[in-house]
């Protein structure tokens, strides 16, 4: 199954589905506003995967419920990706996004800080359109999810924005996992089928293991997404080359390559990471990117990514065997290959 | 009444609230999110006067609510006001709260908006604490009055942030009343009100009457805390002193004294309107407050601040006629003086 061309069709339902609750720029006369509703619905026009909203949905349909259901939390799924969008690029310095110059390049931080709060606020805005589609209890229920993912991922970046600022170079992979956990696999992977799932009104065994099974396949996705930060083409990825040594991440490769390269090139690449990132060298940050490839650093990941899909992909033939056979499930083991073979 | 008195039990109240739903710092031994939790607390343990928590759990008492009801709406109104203070310091370019350094000059914007999201969250978070006290109905209004206030002062920020990028000037006294009726009079007065009156079960008319209520006091309000921005001791009112004209925000003042003044003196004005904050020199700033007190700018603010006061306290007295008397009730009417002969 090719998950990419399974995902285009979502794509287009949500880019409608969050079209009808965006105010648009051409309703209002006032030129702030204009500008203001452009910027909410910016991120949204350029793209990207769609792969949370499709998890939830899908997950609904897999797990017995209407996918129609799932729409209004598929949508919020990515008002929220959204708005960590912005919020994370004018944290992290980013620079491209969706292969356009960062929302706060174009607008300056405080209008995108801004925009980015709308997203958030459009985000609950539209859960609550659940209350009549699936009633009050389940809202509830999908409510504490969303209020569950935010404290994973504000905390995980927390952290890394921590480590960053720090030049912090001591970390081990326990931390790293620890970290990606919090920031992305939540978010990327558990919370949106685990919502999906409570709206179909899987049993409370199922939503248990998707956690075990979201929280696997989302360390896999960040790995991949460290990855292609470092080996894509920025046409095709989005972002700029190498964004994540000049951002000072901390990476899986970069934990490897300080474990495995000489202490000389430790303190070299050490160096590097307490730097700015308007100083740091074009040559320098290459030179990190070849001592990773050097060391094997790359494939280390690599094969990292596909051992935590793998194991993904085990908890789900294991604990839900007993799931319907569908083509919404057949989807989602499609997804575990898929994650760590994307290409954007 | 005394209404600066009244407002402090409720002070200790909301603190104890905050505090329970906070997570706390000694729970962690990881540094980097003991630093976090210390920044979501931060605003909230510098004070405050807690005015909106106040407003919403007396208005429920007002009509007939118990207050206990109103707690958890009260404690998310304070989570809000944290969240928006720390952006709005960011995307003011602002020194100075509630005394101290605003939160990123001590530790950098990336965390200090990070933080500012988690309050977000806590506000949501804390307002699915209605369900069991005030029942799944009540809650979806509650949260529905939260995503309207969210709307208004997000779209009032994004018009005053052009207006300041822009360098604008030629404000009207409608421009700047259709702002901060977005910007402040929902969140301050009209959303606090309506949340204790849906909590206690107010009638559709009275929950109306409560929108030209707030609307009216919220507009004194922010005209009063401009000229307090200007006239206000620091150590009393906590922000930097002449700050609002350092930051370029337009202000009824301002607006006032460009209707009035030279066209020689309006150049210079504009002028210094259009320089970024560090540009801004000592004595230009200290020139255009003189020129606001020689045109009688101030009084003219401080006459306009009352009249909306007097108008809100007319809209009251009107409108709710058909209240029983009580000791929230007096403080209602109490609040309407208050806003305009506060000191911080």
Redesign the interface.
Known sequence: MDVGEVLKPYSKLIDREMDKRLPSPSSTK????K??YEMIADYGKRGGKRLRPFLCINSCECFGGKQELAYPSATALEFFQNFVLI?DD????SELRRGKPVLHLVY????A???G??L??KM??TV?DN?ELIG??KT?LV??E??NL??HT??G???E???N?CGKCDITESDYFNMIESKTAWYTVATPCRIGAIIAGASEKHLKALVDYGVLLGKAFQIQDDLLNLIAETDEYGKEALGDIYEGKRTLMLVHLLQHCSAEEKKKVEKLFCKKRAEKKRNEVEEVFHLMKKYGSLEYAKAKAAEFAIEAGKVFDKEFVDVPGSLAKNAMVGVTKFVVTRKL
Do not use: M, S, V
């Open positions: 006032r030129l702030e506003l500008e203001f919020h004018i944290e992290d310095g300056g931080i405080p209008k800080i801004n925009a709060d709308a958030f606020y609950w805005e609550l209350y009050a209890e509830r409510e504490k969303f209020c935010l404290h504000l905390e970046q927390a952290i924005l921590n480590w600022e």
